[in-house]
């Protein structure tokens, strides 16, 4: 199965700042990457889809780059809203899906 | 509204038995495969089992196989998942998701399922 690995692990950034999260698979998967945001005490939320795609709905300071095994996905100006978890997911092989570890981003 | 709606988490002791319902509206839910995903604080969020939307093919993650089955009713517009021989690791939160080009785009709240004697 692949392996997804996240970093940083926890972030912590103020409002404007541009957010960069690091998203790695154990093999290429070509651009079968999805980024989901989840907040305490809520479902996740999809981002990003296809490793660029922007998903309906989702503001244009979020987008996400990369293909193969290294992914990553931008907050342009973070905002008071976009502290939260986030997470990737590949689906290189239809089943099993694996999702990373997370990366939180809170306040500094 | 589009949205997923989970319920039947529970309580339950090791060993034990649930079926967890997934009930879906807003949408035409023949035309989604369907997947079940846990979150354990410990163990992050887990894929846990997938469905085409005609029932056609299922299949579950290692740990859950021989012990958990999921299922659906595209008339009743639900997905189910059926949980026997429940260990303490199983203890999470389970998500219904919605599946398109292959990433999650729809989620419910979740549901609690709790192991424990």
């Known amino acids: 199965d692949i392996q997804m690995t996240q970093s940083p692990s926890t972030l912590s950034a103020s409002v404007g700042d541009r957010v960069t999260i690091s998203c790695r698979a154990s093999q290429s998967i070509g651009s079968y990457l999805a980024w989901y945001q989840q907040k305490p005490g809520k479902a996740p939320k999809l981002l990003i889809y296809k490793a660029s795609s922007l998903e309906s709905g989702v503001p244009s300071r979020f987008s996400g780059s990369g293909s193969g095994t290294e992914f990553t996905l931008t907050i342009s100006s973070l905002q008071p809203d976009d502290f939260a978890t986030y997470y990737c997911?590949?689906?290189?092989?239809?089943?099993?899906?694996?999702f990373g570890p997370g990366t939180k981003v809170d306040v500094k | 509204e589009v949205q997923l709606v989970e319920s039947g988490g529970d309580l339950v002791q090791p060993g034990g038995s649930l079926r967890l319902s997934c009930a879906a509206s807003g949408f035409t839910f023949s035309s989604y495969s369907m997947n079940w995903v846990r979150q354990t604080p410990g163990k992050g969020l887990e894929w846990v089992a997938n469905?085409?939307?005609?029932?056609?093919?299922?299949y579950h993650v290692d740990s859950v196989k021989g012990r958990f089955i999921i299922s659906r009713d595209n008339a009743k517009n639900s997905v189910f998942l059926q949980m026997k021989g429940l260990r303490a690791e199983d203890a999470a939160v389970y998500y219904c998701a919605r599946q398109r080009y292959y990433a999650f785009d729809l989620w419910g709240q979740g549901t609690m399922v709790t192991v424990s004697s």
């Open positions: 469905i085409k939307h005609d029932g056609s093919d299922k």
């Open positions: 997911q590949e689906y290189n092989n239809y089943v099993p899906f694996t």
